[in-house]
């Protein structure tokens, strides 16, 4: 397969993975309509098996420094250890071969933040006792305007 075709490919895989990501947002477990498209996402992956691809979401691993994963944005949540909140774009490997880094969401534990963290526009120190009050909300730092533009292309 020659460059071009796994470039074209490689954006397929990255289009179908956004619809089913969203498709999961907005389908209930338990709804019977939806089962249709569940096996059809389902026959989709099996053809890209066949195919030599494997598509890698993390969504919910435990999350290390050592994960070949490119970082877009951190929140801050009480947590007992690190975690990859969303998948942004999935790893893609193409016969053993990585052809796609994964771009995540990750969420640390609230305790190892040690900056001042953004909640509902306001600022909240990480070791003060108002904080631990909030304790179900999720914390995130400001975002820089390039990375804002990354994410917002990206969803």
């Known amino acids: ?5 796994l470039d074209k490919l490689t954006s397929l895989i990255l289009s179908f993975h956004n619809a089913k990501r969203h498709a999961n947002k907005l389908i209930k477990d338990d709804d019977p309509k939806s089962r249709g498209l569940k096996s059809s996402f389902a026959r989709m992956e099996s053809i ?5 691809f494997e598509i890698l979401d993390y969504t919910g691993s435990k999350y290390n420094e ?4 490119d970082v877009l944005d951190t929140l801050y949540a009480p947590l007992p250890h690190a975690i990859i909140s969303e998948v942004l774009e999935p790893s893609i490997i193409y016969q053993g071969k990585l052809i796609n880094k994964s771009k995540v969401i990750k969420t640390l534990p609230k305790e190892i933040c040690k900056e001042d963290i953004k909640v509902d526009s306001k600022i909240l120190p990480t070791n003060n006792a108002e904080s631990k009050n909030t304790s179900m909300r999720y914390f995130k730092k400001p975002l820089s305007k390039k990375l804002k533009m ?3 292309k990206l969803r």
């Open 1 to 5: 397969m020659n460059t071009n075709e």
């Open 66 to 69: 050592g994960m070949n994963i």
């Open 150 to 152: 990354k994410t917002k």
């Open 48 to 52: 890209l098996q066949t195919m030599g």
